[in-house]
């Protein structure tokens, strides 16, 4: 139920895009069977805010396209199992061949274009080319009125969704190496107590309950990188969205700058992961991590939950409490225990400084 509320705004704004989009379609224009246009709107606006422009021009010229060629091939080809199988052969041809750009990036511009073309196959009499041609434009334009024009997503709430994505799954790592360290090391029954907890902080982390190793380290890497994929797609619909909607384009310079820092999880991420694997490779050999080297991997996972925990956008008093505790971290005394020990520490105070590079600046915002 958690995951249907989250997304109960996009699914209405789908539902009464297709509702409308019928509605001009079938009684505004007179078109006996507009089943793409409510099509190209439900699908254009789908359950999510990000890339629904993106989304709704592929969607549109996908479906454009496949009307094209099955109208053209029909009158040679006729209906039936065959037909249709080379109908989606061409068209999926010609969408692979003319799909550059940001038009076909992603699977949304093929796979439209060859469902239309077997719509258009299989109920050919519902209708002629040139309705079904206005009846996708309708929806997609229905989409872009209701999707960018009246609801454009909040880009700010886009960007610190998608950085705590981020964060949550770095903390994660970074709770479960401490907890692995300590058991090796110090044996600290706390961290180890961490270390389940740390699977609630996302349902894809829960998943790897059990695992150990080498499989627990690969999931943990798969996670962090699908959520810097998400980052990457909020960061180019906030982009499009202070350009093309009326209502966000005065936030473009706010967005712009807070879309600039986050680019930096992008290097946090990569330290993060730097830093878990050094610490399993120590483990693979059976040596264990210090004592100074677990506790600064473990204020780096409590720094992350402070940074989750806060209220957005980050106070300043906030922003410079992780400051203080980053640069208190960086300047502790290196170890001189062991090679393996000033290797950990290393990575793990990359790890503080991508932190501190994370944070605004001064005055931001």
Request: one cysteine or more.
């Amino acid at each position: 139920m958690g995951r249907a509320r989250a997304v109960e705004g996009p699914i209405l704004q789908a539902s009464l895009a297709a509702g409308i989009a019928w509605y001009v379609a079938h009684d505004l224009l007179g078109h006996a069977q507009p089943f793409f246009a409510p099509i190209a709107a439900a699908i254009s606006l789908s359950t999510s805010h990000v890339q629904r422009s993106r989304r709704t021009v592929q969607m549109v010229v996908g479906v454009l396209l496949g009307i094209g060629v099955a109208e053209l091939l029909h009158q040679v080809v006729g209906d039936g199992a065959l037909p249709i199988g080379v109908v989606v052969l061409v068209t999926m041809l010609l969408a692979a061949g003319l799909g550059v750009g940001f038009v076909g990036e992603g699977m949304m511009f093929a796979n439209q274009a060859a469902a239309s073309a077997v719509l258009v196959i299989a109920l050919h009499r519902a209708g002629t080319g040139a309705e079904r041609v206005t009846d996708a434009i309708v929806g997609g334009a229905v989409a872009l009125v209701i999707g960018v024009g009246l609801f454009p997503a909040d880009p700010l709430k886009l960007l610190w969704g998608a950085e705590s994505g981020v964060l949550r799954s770095l903390a994660a790592i970074l709770e479960r190496r401490t907890a692995a360290g300590a058991r090796r090391g110090a044996g600290s029954s706390e961290l180890a107590d961490r270390e389940a907890d740390s699977h609630d902080l996302d349902p894809e982390m829960a998943g790897m309950e059990g695992m150990e190793g080498v499989d627990w380290t690969l999931a943990a890497s798969h996670d962090v990188h699908r959520q810097l994929s998400a980052l990457t797609q909020a960061r180019g619909t906030v982009r499009v969205s202070v350009r093309v909607a009326p209502r966000r384009m005065p936030m473009r310079g706010l967005v712009e700058m807070e879309e600039v820092r986050v680019a930096r999880l992008y290097l946090l991420a990569s330290a993060v992961l730097s830093l878990m694997r050094t610490m399993f490779d120590l483990g693979e050999r059976g040596a264990s991590a210090s004592g100074e080297c677990v506790a600064e991997c473990d204020e780096l996972a409590a720094v992350m939950h402070m940074l989750l925990d806060a209220r957005r956008p980050w106070s300043p008093g906030m922003v410079q409490d992780v400051t203080s505790r980053m640069r208190a971290l960086l300047d502790r005394p290196l170890p001189r225990a062991s090679p393996e020990d000033a290797i950990l520490t290393s990575a793990s105070r990359r790890v503080a400084r991508d932190v501190i590079a994370l944070l605004p600046a001064p005055g931001a915002g």
